[in-house]
């Protein structure tokens, strides 16, 4: 079967750094995407990556090794607003998203 | 408009009644999706539609039919509700068109099925 797997939920405190990892297994790779979603509203698009590396966007960075089905969000400097779920997806053999249930960020002053 | 809208907002409603869910984005994108989203989840695919007039079943497809007329439409029906279909529902749309093919994602309905 397909897998997405991302922590629950994680802590950190205003202006620090935090790491949110997501590994995978499903039919195939064509990509990884990281979503934000705040509570109550949509997911918005965040990061893609496809080859191995970082990509850096900002306060945000994402990280993806394809051999370790392995992926992390880094976000820096964070701030209030920050809080909500990150969502990771793999884009499968088929081109269709396969999504993990989300990590909620909390963020405490 | 600008992006994708959803309506309605939030809708409760009766076991066994049709119910119709709207979806209408203006970016002209040739892709859209149909999600659910359930506490404790993952966003789960219910049908998609690659192009106008075609349409194909997702992860959880049963109880759930959809059309694609034109471009910018793509309703969700529900021909007779059950409770285990409260949820709320994204439509979302992408291009097609690139490697990326990012998705973006309408505000949501918040269905409740009593």
């Known amino acids: 079967g397909q897998n997405i797997d991302q922590p629950t939920e994680m802590t950190a405190t205003e202006g620090a750094i935090v790491q949110i990892n997501c590994t995978y297994q499903?039919?195939?790779?064509?990509?990884l995407f990281w979503y934000q979603q705040h509570a109550g509203e949509a997911p918005t698009f965040l990061s893609y990556?496809?080859l191995d590396g970082l990509e850096e966007k900002g306060r945000f960075s994402s990280f993806l090794s394809r051999s370790k089905g392995y992926s992390y969000l880094l976000l820096k400097e964070l701030q209030m607003k920050d809080s909500a779920s990150y969502l990771c997806?793999?884009?499968?053999?088929?081109?269709?998203?396969?999504w993990g249930a989300g990590t909620k960020l909390i963020i405490k002053p | 408009i600008a992006g994708i809208t959803q309506a309605p907002t939030s809708q409760i409603l009766a076991a066994g009644r049709r119910m119709t869910l709207r979806c209408t984005q203006d970016?002209?994108?040739?892709?859209m999706y149909w999600y659910r989203q359930d506490l404790g989840l993952g966003l789960r695919l219910i049908h998609y539609?690659?192009?106008?007039?075609?349409?194909g079943k997702g992860e959880v497809p049963d109880g759930y039919s959809v059309s694609r007329a034109n471009t910018d439409d793509f309703p969700l029906t529900l021909a007779s509700a059950v409770p285990s279909q409260t949820s709320v529902y994204f439509c979302?749309?992408?291009?097609?068109?690139?490697?990326?093919?990012?998705?973006?994602f309408g505000p949501g309905t918040r269905l409740t099925v009593l």
């Open positions: 990556n496809v």
């Open positions: 539609s690659n192009t106008a007039g075609t349409t």
């Open positions: 997806a793999v884009k499968d053999s088929n081109y269709q998203l396969i």
């Open positions: 499903t039919s195939g790779f064509n990509g």
């Open positions: 970016m002209r994108h040739n892709a």
């Open positions: 979302a749309s992408s291009s097609r068109s690139g490697d990326a093919d990012t998705q973006y």
